[in-house]
C-alpha cells in the first residue's frame, strides 16, 4: 500500500543563517553587504513522509547535554508528536535512531493501511 510506504531523511541545518541571497535594487549608486556567517551552531532534522504525502512526526536533535527550560518557551507551537533530543554533536546516533524507530512505529501503526 502507498501509504503503509515511507522515506526518511535527515538533514542538518544552522539555526539563523539563511542561504545565499541577492538584492535587487533600482539603483546601482550603492553596494550592500553582508555579515559573515560566524555561527557554528548547528542542528539535525530527521523526518519521513509516506507515499500518499503523509509526514510524520520529525526528530529535532540539538547539540548539548540535556534540554534546556529556556529552549521550550513555545512548546505550544509545535504538535504533540515532535521528538526533541540532543547529542554532543548535534547529529543523530544510534541511541537516538533507535529512540525514533520506536516513536515512528507508535506514530505509523495507529495509521497503517495493510492489515499484513
Known sequence: MVGDTYNY?????????GKKEKVIT??????????KET??????????ISGD???GPPLVILAGKTIQKRWCTRTDELPGNYLLAVS???YI???LLLKWAIH????SKKRQISKN
Open 104 to 107: 515512528f512505529e507508535q506514530w
Open 53 to 55: 504525502g503523509v509526514v
Open 39 to 48: 555561527s557554528r551552531e548547528s542542528a539535525t532534522v530527521a523526518e519521513v
Open 9 to 17: 531523511d535527515e538533514t542538518g541545518i544552522r539555526p539563523g543563517v
Open 93 to 95: 546516533n544510534d541511541q
Open 26 to 35: 533600482a539603483s546601482k549608486a550603492f553596494r550592500i553587504t553582508a555579515a
Open 88 to 90: 554532543d554533536t548535534a
